[in-house]
């Protein structure tokens, strides 16, 4: 099994509409991060959280909104879809610590008509 | 805040050619600087890191340098292979804050 899961893998949905990215690990690492990847714009950080009482807004927070279910589970959701939201989302962990690395799910292509 | 500019691409070399991509940075403290790989249809992997200045990281034939002095991290690899076409991402991280990365450039190696 993969050490971070993100569900699905694939969505499209309608303007809108509320839609929810789901992610979960297994490496046991307190932080968690949601980022959106566009072509030539590269990572950009959405949300992130350093434990489950600690929620903290990226660069571009506005229109989603996160939910920390518990250590290993950390939730993305859009709640009225728009087109300029679709794009390819991340979801990663990392310890805690200096020079820790990032560990990446596969990824989520959300697509909004 | 912190923020990564890379040369963004994309970058087209054949088999054997010397590859460097550039980065730079800004941070007000003293971060870590990291490489990052995406393979087509695949979350981004570690290629390799430097947690200070003049560390050097390497892995796979590919290496990187912290510069403080010019605040830089610029990727290097001497005979580049068709198997290491793909989005290379710098990044950093200061680890009482969250990680910021590069816009990416893409590789690709032609035979």
């Known amino acids: 099994d993969a050490d971070v899961t993100q569900t699905p893998r694939n969505r499209i949905t309608k303007t809108g509409k509320r839609i929810m990215l789901e992610c979960s690990q297994t490496?046991?690492?307190?932080?968690m991060y949601w980022y959106r990847q566009d072509p030539g714009l590269g990572l950009r950080l959405i949300y992130y959280?350093?434990?489950?009482?600690?929620?903290n807004k990226g660069e571009i927070s506005d229109g989603y909104s996160v939910s920390r279910q518990a250590q290993a589970k950390f939730s993305l959701s859009l709640e009225s879809a728009i087109p300029n939201q679709t794009a390819l989302y991340f979801c990663?962990?990392?310890?805690?610590?200096?020079?820790?690395?990032?560990?990446f799910g596969q990824g989520t292509r959300l697509t909004v008509v | 805040g912190d923020s990564v500019t890379q040369m963004e691409g994309p970058v087209t070399l054949s088999e054997e050619a010397f590859l460097t991509i550039n980065c730079t940075y800004t941070?007000?403290?003293?971060?870590?600087l990291f490489w990052y790989v995406q393979y087509p249809g695949e979350g981004l992997q570690l290629l390799l890191k430097?947690?200070?200045?003049?560390d050097k990281g390497s892995n796979k034939g590919f290496e990187a340098t912290y510069r403080k002095e010019t605040t830089s991290f610029h990727l290097e690899k001497g005979s580049v292979q068709v198997s290491d076409s793909a989005v290379y991402f710098c990044?950093?991280?200061?680890?009482?804050?969250?990680?910021?990365f590069g816009a990416g450039t893409r590789l690709t190696v032609k035979p």
């Open positions: 990663a962990t990392a310890s805690s610590g200096e020079g820790t690395e990032a560990f």
């Open positions: 430097a947690t200070k200045a003049d």
């Open positions: 959280s350093f434990d489950v009482k600690d929620i």
């Open positions: 990044a950093l991280s200061d680890h009482s804050r969250d990680m910021r």
């Open positions: 490496k046991g690492h307190d932080r």
């Open positions: 941070a007000t403290g003293y971060p870590s």
